[in-house]
């Protein structure tokens, strides 16, 4: 039995699958949070969806975002954020049925269940402006093993164009941004190391597809960037997901106007 899953979230279909026999039972609970907005920023709300079954136990938050000028953008976004929540409860459902179906087939007279299966989302709101939006969401899952495992997914949106925003988006063609990201992140670990895999840290360089997202300012430094590091990436499982911030006025020589002009830097 696998004690857990990690699935990329991004660039999900649409919801496809349907089990009609399991909604049949299900008790499905759904009510919208007060909306969170941001200064200057549209207002973005959860609704959450809850059913329970002998095999499945499903806790979802879905975005909404609302106030864009752009409406047929803003249908869109919002969309694809539902597609990809559902998504992620479809597939964990559908492995119940099948895992119920192997078993049954293999010691139909066991008595050891590792049901239900869990598929959660949690969402925060890292950062609103009215052109640029930074989410994250917490995709949990439990397969019946020791423990669940969340993977962490950050939605760093274009507000104006409706694309996602890469970290290498951010910064002047040219300007090697790795390098004082890189160094920051080391103090960080230096002054914990223990926390760490010995064999991997320091770092020595950040990934093509680096995961990043960026949060509000609490003060007047202005926004930071978050980078972050998935379970086991660089730390064990009982570390957690690691996320490290760093001004973006410490960089802001190297973003790109545009990047200033996104953040309203």
């Given at each position: 039995m696998r004690a857990h899953l990690a699935i990329p979230r991004r660039n999900r279909g649409s919801l496809t699958t349907v089990l009609p026999w399991l909604a049949a039972l299900a008790v499905l609970l759904c009510a919208v949070s007060p909306a969170q907005a941001l200064a200057g920023g549209p207002s973005i709300s959860m609704t959450v969806v809850k059913e329970l079954t002998d095999l499945m136990d499903t806790d979802l938050e879905i975005p909404s975002i609302a106030g864009m000028q752009n409406t047929d953008l803003q249908q869109s976004i919002n969309a694809r954020l539902d597609a990809e929540v559902r998504s992620f409860a479809t597939e964990i459902e559908e492995m119940a049925v099948e895992t119920k179906r192997s078993l049954d087939e293999s010691e139909p007279d066991s008595t050891w269940s590792p049901w239900p299966f869990a598929a959660y989302t949690r969402w925060d709101v890292r950062f609103v402006s009215a052109s640029f939006v930074s989410?994250?969401?917490?995709?949990?899952?439990?397969?019946?093993?020791?423990?669940?495992?969340?993977?962490?997914?950050?939605?760093?949106?274009?507000?104006?164009?409706?694309?996602?925003?890469?970290?290498k988006d951010?910064?002047?063609?040219?300007?090697?941004?790795?390098?004082?990201?890189?160094?920051?992140?080391?103090?960080?670990?230096?002054?914990?190391?223990?926390?760490?895999?010995?064999?991997?840290?320091?770092?020595?360089?950040?990934?093509?597809?680096?995961?990043?997202?960026?949060?509000?300012?609490?003060?007047?430094?202005?926004?930071?960037?978050?980078?972050?590091?998935?379970?086991?990436?660089?730390?064990?499982?009982?570390?957690?997901?690691?996320?490290?911030a760093i001004p973006l006025s410490q960089l802001r020589q190297l973003l790109s106007p545009a990047a200033i002009s996104l953040l309203g830097m």
């Open positions: 989410l994250t969401c917490q995709y949990y899952s439990y397969l019946g093993g020791a423990h669940g495992y969340t993977d962490m997914v950050a939605y760093n949106i274009d507000l104006r164009t409706g694309e996602d925003i890469e970290l951010l910064f002047d063609d040219g300007q090697d941004y790795a390098a004082p990201i890189l160094e920051e992140i080391n103090r960080q670990i230096a002054l914990e190391p223990e926390t760490y895999f010995a064999e991997v840290v320091p770092l020595a360089d950040l990934a093509a597809d680096q995961k990043f997202c960026i949060a509000q300012a609490s003060s007047d430094d202005g926004p930071s960037l978050i980078v972050y590091f998935g379970l086991y990436e660089i730390a064990p499982y009982a570390s957690g997901i690691r996320e490290f």
